[in-house]
């Protein structure tokens, strides 16, 4: 792809860097427009494609990835923000275990996996009295039937061995009914 090529994404990641600090120090309306075509664009770049995904995690500090962490608290608090923020962190580091890693010395996973599962228990349809373009939305920016697997990326060892636990607890105590009756 053209934007895929060495020198274009060198100065894709260079503008994205420049339009996330700008609109980071200078909040108004039109710049919040400007920062989440910026955040749209990004994702798209990223999504599944690991080589770009490490693009977006290296070069001056503060990077792309570590600048869109580290972005005002809306955007980790009100579902609106969220939305527009929230599936660009996921493919700027799903499946890439080096931005992932990145990713998680900025912010918690675990509001990651929460995300994916509020929009797994969604319903796939695009609500036609919904103000979100259908390019915006969740599942037009990452792939429907990842979203499992990203879950299970996301969520922490712990949660996913405590989890297994109870299901087999579950199952030991459903044999031990059986058993009896």
Same mark, same amino acid.
């Given at each position: 792809?053209?934007?895929?090529?060495?020198?274009?994404?060198?100065?894709?990641?260079?503008?994205?860097?420049?339009? $996330?600090?700008? *609109?980071?120090?200078?909040?108004? /309306?039109?710049?919040?427009? #400007?920062?989440? @075509?910026?955040? &749209?664009?990004?994702?798209?770049?990223?999504?599944?494609?690991?080589?770009?995904?490490?693009?977006?995690?290296?070069?001056?500090?503060?990077?792309?990835?570590?600048?869109?962490?580290?972005?005002?608290?809306?955007?980790?608090?009100?579902?609106?923000?969220?939305?527009?923020?929230?599936?660009? $962190?996921?493919? *700027?580091?799903?499946?890439?275990? /080096?931005?992932?890693?990145? #990713?998680?010395? @900025?912010?918690? &996973?675990?509001?990651?996996?929460?995300?994916?599962?509020?929009?797994?228990?969604?319903?796939?349809?695009?609500?036609?009295?919904?103000?979100?373009?259908?390019?915006?939305?969740?599942?037009?920016?990452?792939?429907?039937?990842?979203?499992?697997?990203?879950?299970?990326?996301?969520?922490?060892?712990?949660?996913?061995?405590?989890?297994?636990?109870?299901?087999?607890?579950?199952?030991?105590?459903?044999?031990?009914?059986?058993?009896?009756?």
């Amino acid at each position: 792809t053209i934007l895929g090529e060495e020198t274009i994404s060198l100065q894709l990641r260079h503008v994205a860097n420049y339009i $996330l600090a700008y *609109c980071n120090q200078k909040q108004t /309306t039109n710049n919040d427009n #400007l920062l989440h @075509e910026i955040i &749209l664009l990004i994702g798209y770049y990223c999504v599944l494609n690991q080589d770009n995904q490490c693009r977006m995690a290296f070069g001056n500090r503060p990077t792309v990835l570590q600048q869109l962490s580290c972005l005002s608290f809306r955007y980790f608090v009100e579902s609106k923000y969220m939305n527009i923020l929230f599936p660009t $962190l996921i493919s *700027c580091s799903y499946d890439c275990d /080096t931005t992932r890693a990145i #990713l998680q010395t @900025e912010m918690s &996973l675990d509001l990651i996996a929460n995300f994916i599962e509020t929009k797994l228990s969604e319903t796939k349809t695009i609500n036609e009295n919904d103000n979100t373009s259908v390019i915006s939305s969740f599942h037009m920016r990452f792939p429907y039937d990842e979203l499992n697997n990203a879950l299970q990326y996301y969520r922490p060892i712990s949660k996913r061995i405590d989890k297994n636990y109870h299901d087999e607890e579950k199952e030991n105590e459903s044999h031990r009914i059986d058993i009896q009756t």
